[in-house]
T-cell receptor, first 115, second 116 residues
Framework: AQKVTQAQTEISVVEKEDVTLDCVYE???????LFWYKQPPSGELVFLIR??????QNEISGRYSWNFQKSTSSFNFTITASQVVDSAVYFC????????????FGAGTRLFVKA | AAGVIQSPRHLIKEKRETATLKCYPI?????VYWYQQGPGQDPQFLIS???????DKGSIPDRFSAQQFSDYHSELNMSSLELGDSALYFC???????????????FGSGTRLTVV
């Protein structure tokens, strides 16, 4: 069965600190996709990144970086030099072939960045 | 680029009333998914449609029904509304082919339903 675990419920940091959000997933599929979404107070789901199961290359986009490791079934997300505008709930999610590609979300990590 | 359109953005209903949420997928997307996100919760999959047929079903109450029409838009109908139905309802759409570089799975901005 597919499952996404975000063990960190809330994280609080001071502006300019680096912060890593953890994500561990379970799947029996060999073809799957992993995602990170940001959900600000306004409620929309802001797409941040998608990774397919055949691409383990890490990615950097500005202050954001992602570390995908199949060996540990992890897809961690790091924000460098955090800013107050990064405050939001962040969801890690999994979509797999046998699941009809419906998206299974982790419980989310609420990030507070204080000025 | 066109996105997934959901209407209305906000909806307030009384208990035991009926609500209809609409979702207009990205052009040429033939698959639609519905999700429910309660306060402080993660989005939960409700139901999906492919080519106007139900393709998968999650934790959708019997009071809810949905369908996909010939133009691929979808409607989620909720009857006998309860306070606990207050949530954000997201729709997502995707094309049948989900290639590595063209996954195409996109969420709408959501409909916030408040039942009073």
């Amino acid at each position: 069965a597919q499952k996404v675990t975000q063990a960190q419920t809330e994280i609080s940091v001071v502006e300019k600190e680096d912060v890593t959000l953890d994500c561990v997933y379970e799947t029996r599929d060999t073809t799957y996709y992993l995602f990170w979404y940001k959900q600000p107070p306004s409620g929309e789901l802001v797409f941040l990144i998608r990774r397919n199961s055949f691409d383990e290359q890490n990615e950097i986009s500005g202050r954001y970086s992602w570390n995908f490791q199949k060996s540990t079934s992890s897809f961690n997300f790091t924000i460098t030099a955090s800013q107050v505008v990064d405050s939001a709930v962040y969801f890690c999610a999994l979509s797999e072939n046998t699941g009809g590609f419906k998206t299974i979300f982790g419980a989310g990590t609420r990030l507070f960045v204080k000025a | 680029a066109a996105g997934v359109i959901q209407s209305p953005r906000h909806l307030i209903k009384e208990k035991r009333e009926t609500a209809t949420l609409k979702c207009y997928p990205i052009p040429r997307h033939d698959t639609v998914y519905w999700y429910q996100q309660g306060p402080g919760q993660d989005p939960q999959f409700l139901i999906s449609f492919y080519e106007k047929m139900q393709s998968d079903k999650g934790s959708i109450p019997d009071r809810f029904s949905a369908q996909q029409f010939s133009d691929y838009h979808s409607e989620l109908n909720m009857s006998s509304l309860e306070l606990g139905d207050s949530a954000l309802y997201f729709c997502a759409s995707s094309p049948t082919y989900r290639g590595q570089d063209n996954y195409g799975y996109t969420f709408g901005s959501g409909t916030r339903l408040t039942v009073v």
